[in-house]
T-cell receptor
Framework: LAKTTQPISMDSYEGQEVNITCSHN???????ITWYQQFPSQGPRFIIQ???TKVTNEVASLFIPADRKSSTLSLPRVSLSDTAVYYC????????????FGGGTRVLVKP | DAGVIQSPRHEVTEMGQEVTLRCKPI?????LFWYRQTMMRGLELLIY????????DSGMPEDRFSAKMPNASFSTLKIQPSEPRDSAVYFC?????????????FGQGTRLTVV
């Protein structure tokens, strides 16, 4: 399993863009990169998944450089309700990989 | 679909008692996961099933913990006997196809307090 490293916490203000970078130097060829969001007292919720380049959905964008050794989750114009813990996961579904969560990044959005 | 359903939402029990947590995965999902979350250790994967068969239980802390999936729509996580250090939020999640090529859906969790 590729190990991931991400900042423990980040502060931001409403309306700003938040970028969270995750390092995964040992990512394997078949590995996908997935991000989850967890609000207090709730289970994690899937945000976005990608393999390379850029992926965008209604919630976030995921930027993956060519070497895939890192990825950046971008949350545009955050609001107070985006305060949560964000987890970066790397793994290969075809191998029946475990969904293993690291420590996550605690994002606090201030008014 | 109502999503992954866990019961109970909260459980308070005395040390030494048996505790059973229940999970109903999303219909059609063939992977089911049990997680435990604490402030100290974060989200830990305890065990996961594929097509009702346990695939990896290496995260189960000790023999006091056991999990079953008698059919595709029901799973249990049992702790016997329970100890105060088992106090945590226990999440169940389900997914389908490749684990990382699709999203996993989590239940609301069961908050277990062992006194």
């Amino acid at each position: 399993l590729a190990k991931t490293t991400q900042p423990i916490s980040m502060d931001s203000y409403e309306g700003q863009e938040v970028n969270i970078t995750c390092s995964h130097n040992n990512i394997a060829t078949n590995d996908y990169i997935t991000w989850y969001q967890q609000f207090p007292s709730q289970g994690p919720r899937f945000i976005i998944q990608g393999y390379k380049t850029k992926v965008t959905n209604e919630v976030a964008s995921l930027f993956i450089p060519a070497d895939r050794k890192s990825s950046t989750l971008s949350l545009p114009r955050v609001s107070l309700s985006d305060t949560a813990v964000y987890y970066c996961l790397v793994g290969d579904g075809a191998a029946g990989n475990k969904l293993t969560f690291g420590g996550g990044t605690r994002v606090l959005v201030k008014p | 679909d109502a999503g992954v359903i866990q019961s109970p939402r909260h459980e308070v029990t005395e040390m030494g008692q048996e505790v059973t947590l229940r999970c109903k995965p999303i219909s059609g999902h063939d992977y089911l996961f049990w997680y435990r979350q604490t402030m100290m250790r974060g989200l830990e994967l305890l065990i996961y099933f594929n097509n009702n068969v346990p695939i990896d239980d290496s995260g189960m802390p000790e023999d006091r913990f056991s999990a079953k999936m008698p059919n595709a729509s029901f799973s249990t996580l049992k702790i016997q006997p329970s100890e105060p250090r088992d106090s945590a939020v226990y999440f169940c999640a389900s997914s389908t196809l490749g684990l990382m090529n699709t999203e996993a859906f989590f239940g609301q969790g069961t908050r277990l307090t062992v006194v």
